[in-house]
């Protein structure tokens, strides 16, 4: 299983000398390997394989140890949460997210984990992020059950769990893979160049909350960022409300009324001569009586939302004379989708529940 780490989050999985990454292994009985730095690039690939069960733990001692948090320890309500994300070839993602969104829900529940697939594949690949969202023991369990329906579908459609090899330690393809399978894997970029991984943010390891330090989540190193592009907000409770975002995550709603549609007429394509990465900026009004759940005790809910989609959002102060306020969202296109998203869960599933 391949995931993707920032580049100081990879020195800190090797530790002095190699010291974290032996114990890691040593601990999980599993191979872990970190591409090589590539002048430019923030991130870089972090290569765990092995036995299910061994790769499972390895994903959860890394947790811990980007946590700083003690290896034999169990989880406790007070251990932080961390945004593993995964990278799972386009082709096999379906068998993850499940008719529906069933498998989704049931690796949630399992685990405790939450889990968002992003809509599109990741730039010069067909590869998709899955981010996996929780404490270590969560994740360690969530990715045990990604894992078992990795390698059914593996047996099932290409012989065997050998074609998951896809990728060398470098990042780059491996060549044939038995059964046929094909997949161009995602290699991390230069930050400066024209693609970016767009729903890559920055993360502290010693900040629980981990909100995005870089407020578009791609660092602009040579020149002013490009100015975010508006569109007009966007009313929850609109009566013609209907679905108005496809891709944002794993259990999309498909319904009328699980969320609002801009106003009729010709849709704005707001991604039209944007730059790939460039910022986005939408906004929604939500009603005051629900920004509460929004944000959650101290924060949390937000925070969570923030850390999951890697979009900026700002919610206003209440204005005079008016039942709603004004929810302003910044990120590129693909944070932006998974963040309505999971902004308009939020509301649906409060909604329901008074």
């Given at each position: ?11 800190t999985?090797?530790?002095k000398?190699g ?6 292994r ?6 872990c390997?970190?591409?090589?730095y590539?002048r430019?690039a ?6 765990v ?9 390895a ?26 994300r ?8 379906g068998?993850i ?27 010069l690949?067909?590869?998709?992020s899955?981010?996996v969202l929780g404490?270590?023991d969560a ?28 990728a ?6 491996a ?13 991390p970029q ?16 010693n900040?629980?909350?981990r909100t ?11 020149g ?9 907000p ?14 944002a995550?794993p259990?999309q ?9 801009p106003?009729q007429?010709?849709a ?5 001569n ?7 900026t ?11 759940a929004?944000?959650?005790k101290?924060?949390?809910k ?7 989609s890697?979009s ?7 204005q005079?004379?008016?039942?709603e306020r ?6 590129t296109?693909?944070c ?11 509301l649906?599933?409060?909604k329901h529940?008074?």
């Open positions: 299983m391949r995931a993707v780490i920032t580049s100081a989050e990879a020195a999985v090797i530790g000398g010291e974290n990454v032996t114990q890691i040593k601990m999980a009985e599993a191979k390997t970190v591409s090589d590539q430019g923030g991130e870089r690939i972090l290569t394989s092995g036995a299910v069960d061994a790769v499972a733990k994903f959860g001692l890394i947790i811990r140890t980007l946590n700083n948090e003690p290896l034999e320890e169990a989880s406790s309500p007070q251990s932080k949460t961390y945004p593993l995964l990278l799972v070839p386009h082709i096999l993602i068998s997210i499940g008719k529906s969104g069933g498998r989704i829900r049931e690796i949630q529940e399992a685990s405790g984990a939450r889990l968002n697939a992003s809509g599109s594949c990741l730039p690949s067909t590869e998709r899955l981010v404490v270590a994740v360690h369990i969530a990715t045990y059950y990604i894992a078992n329906t990795l390698v059914e579908q593996l047996t099932e459609r290409f012989g065997g769990p050998a074609a998951s090899a896809y060398t330690r470098s990042g780059g393809p060549g044939p893979m038995p059964g046929g399978m094909q997949v161009v894997p995602y290699q230069p930050l400066h160049g024209s693609y970016g991984n767009p729903d890559t943010y920055k993360r502290h390891t900040n629980a909350q995005p330090s870089n407020p578009y989540g791609i660092p602009y190193l040579h002013p960022a490009p100015a975010p592009v508006p569109q007009a966007i009313h929850y409770a609109d009566p013609q409300a209907a679905s108005a975002y496809s891709g995550g259990h709603p498909g319904q009328a009324g699980a969320g609002p549609t106003q007429g010709p704005p394509n707001p991604m039209a944007m730059l790939p990465g460039q910022p986005l939408q906004q929604i009004f939500i009603p005051n009586d629900m920004v509460g929004i944000i959650g101290g924060g949390a937000i925070n969570e939302i923030r850390q999951l890697g900026v959002i700002k919610i206003n102060e209440p005079d004379n008016s039942n004004l929810v302003t969202i910044t990120g296109q693909e932006n989708q998974m963040a309505l998203y999971m902004l308009y869960s939020r649906e599933s409060e529940r008074i």
